[in-house]
């Protein structure tokens, strides 16, 4: 996918995953010329994004827009669109990835027909294109030849370090009425589960422990007990 010409944009960098501090970014670019790496004037992200008429001002994307876009930033690394603003992923650590993995395979191996399990895949919302570490939907791979899922049954988030993003994004999936969200705490060895989506919130939240089993409400056939998660 090619830049949009003279398109403002932000890569927000450095948001809340492994390895990062809350709160800490490191960077922010505002391209001003279609030229991956001609024109960015980069600056600290941590003190100008402090300040309230710029945050104000921030020019944020529609979905339309972010797809005109290259999928990489001048880095070279990957985003993902949060409520307009273009954010970079983080890498992911080895424990990250392992969990992950276990979560995929897990869910694979008892996933009914008529579901399919991405990781890492794209989700198009009304303001937003996120990539969950993992998502479930209903359908079939051909439902999704021409565009993304735009809700899912569940979406689960892995949470090393910091969950803040994962937890504001709560309300990003219940505005798509995505059916059940998790967020796997690793320090904690807990899972939080977000459940009935209604008028844009979650109405029911719960924490599961590392004793317990977790049953997924929109998907029976999916149980996972948290203490293999860990292991």
């Known amino acids: 996918m090619a830049p ?63 797809h005109r876009l290259d999928q990489f930033n001048e880095n070279g690394r990957r985003t993902e669109l949060i409520r307009g603003i273009a954010i970079e992923k983080m890498s ?19 996933l009914p027909k008529g579901f399919l399990v991405y990781q890492e895949a794209p989700l198009t919302l009304a303001d937003s294109e996120p990539e969950p570490d993992i998502s479930v939907v209903h359908g079939v791979e051909s439902d999704f030849l021409a565009s993304h899922p735009s809700t899912a049954e569940l979406v689960i988030e892995v949470a090393v370090s910091s969950p803040t993003l994962d937890r504001e994004n709560a309300s990003l999936y219940a505005e798509a009425l995505v059916k059940e969200y998790w967020i796997v705490l690793d320090p904690q060895q807990q899972v939080e589960v977000y459940r009935q989506p209604e008028s844009g919130r979650y109405q029911e939240k719960r924490v599961f422990g590392p004793d317990e089993t977790l049953d997924c409400s929109s998907i029976p056939a999916v149980r996972i007990r948290i203490s293999d998660l860990f292991a």
């Open 92 to 110: 992911k650590s080895p424990l990250h990835r392992s969990i992950g993995k276990r979560l995929y395979d897990s869910i694979a191996r008892i």
């Open 4 to 66: 949009s010409t003279g398109l403002d944009w932000v890569f927000w960098n450095g948001l809340y995953k492994d390895g990062a501090p809350d709160g800490a970014c490191s960077e922010t670019a505002f391209p001003h010329s279609t030229g991956r790496g001609s024109g960015r004037n980069l600056l600290p992200m941590s003190t100008i994004l402090e300040i309230p008429e710029v945050r104000q001002r921030v020019s944020r994307l529609s979905v339309e827009e972010y």
